[in-house]
């Protein structure tokens, strides 16, 4: 019984990545293509993201700053996140709204034609929306990787902008979402190593 279950998550898992694959692979090489021509006018990416999303932010920084499968040179990328210490006097506007904490650190570090990449695995993150405004705000282009919008759970697409691009997993568990956005990540790092290096091996 325990084999069976155990079993079916890997069908579960199999069978959503063949469901979504044509759907997500336009929208996974428009956002490569807009990657690469931030990095290569000057930009920079910033990611974020709540929950199992902020791990696959910073993992994707890394890949691009270090490398994923071939050597390259550093790319421009940062990881924010929450903040491990604050000082000991009150920030007041992050005080009366604890959602603003990732909006403050792309207020301080986003700059026009930069461009965010933000993970929710679901639609609906007040934490990430504040985010979401203030890149706009500092005319940045957003990246979203969202899981189901079902329930009304869509304010986050609702605030994208034409030059934005929402990279949805239409799914109710977030262990699948989670899984699917890992997959967009390596496929979108490989995509931005094609255009960059062009057609070869990995080391």
Known sequence: MLEARIQQQFFESADLVYQVADGLARPVADAAQAV?????SGGR???CGQGGGQWLAQWFSAALMLRFERERPPLSAMALGPW???PPYPHDELAADPTLSLALQLRALGQPGDLLLACSAAGDDATLAAAIREA???DMSVVLLSG?????AATLPALLQETDLWI?????RLPRVHEVHLLVLHALCDAIDLQLL?????D
């Open 198 to 202: 062009g057609d070869a091996e990995p």
């Open 45 to 47: 990416l910033l990611a």
């Open 136 to 138: 706009h705000a500092k």
């Open 168 to 172: 949805p997993v239409p799914h109710e």
């Open 84 to 86: 491990l210490a604050l």
């Open 148 to 152: 189901s919008t079902a329930d009304g």
């Open 36 to 40: 690469v021509a931030c990095l290569t």
